[in-house]
């Protein structure tokens, strides 16, 4: 049973029965009736890469593009990002298929850049303990994804999304990544039941990240599926538009195809969960 810990109580459902909405454009809220998906790649790379991704995705009905300028990689000798450049490529190819922006920001000092540029700034499953961080986003003006660590209890999830209220800032979307257990076929276990666990603990929206649970891409559409049934308010999901030639993630990301696919697939059951996806 979850246990209600002292140690959060701003982002307690007790503290906002009524639910934290987050706005992302027009027609639709994370935390609202419509599900909202976040796509694109691991990594952006190039213009024509994110302008292919970016029109992929919105057409199978996505409303934020997703890819990263910083990249928090687990060897200093892999890629680490195009960094502001690449933030000009994401923004660029948002704005010309009306998308909004989600990024990770991986220093507290890059928040003035990252929110000339973005509209939610991401947290990594490497960072969701990074106080300092933390702490910083407390004091940004834009909501802040904060992914769930891979080794972090769900107490430890919530109180580090407690920091980012304390100082201030209530736009907080949660994400369930996958976390580290003895499974060895998958990347990471998709912990399906922290969902209807946060849900009930916390007013904030829940998404989920499939994509670096699987770590396969044959794995991404059944998990997103569980995802949708399980609850969460929104998908945050890998796609590329060649897999073959990512700079990163390359197993785990979606084909243009696979994605709509994907879409279609979540629009049919979405009738079971009173929730609608565009
Ligand atoms: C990512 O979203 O590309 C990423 C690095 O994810 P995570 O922090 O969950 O590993
Ligand atoms: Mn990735």
Redesign the pocket.
Known sequence: MPTISSDYKLVLTAHKPAGTQIKINREESLGGPTFVTMAGP?TVEDEKQMDEVARAVKRGGASVLRG?AF??RSSPYSFQGLGKPGLQMLRAAADRYDLRVVT?IVSENQIDLIERYADIL?V???NMQNYELLKALGRATKPVLL?RGIAATIDEWLSAAEYILAGGNEQVILCE?GIRTFATHSRFTLDLAAIPIVKKLSHLPVVV?PS?AAGNNNLVIPLALAAVMAGADGL?VEVHDNPSTAYC?AEQALTPMQFLELSSRMRDIACGTGRVIY
């Open positions: 691991c990263g990249k928090p990770e991401q990594g499953a490497r992914k990544r990240d670096h945050l993630d």
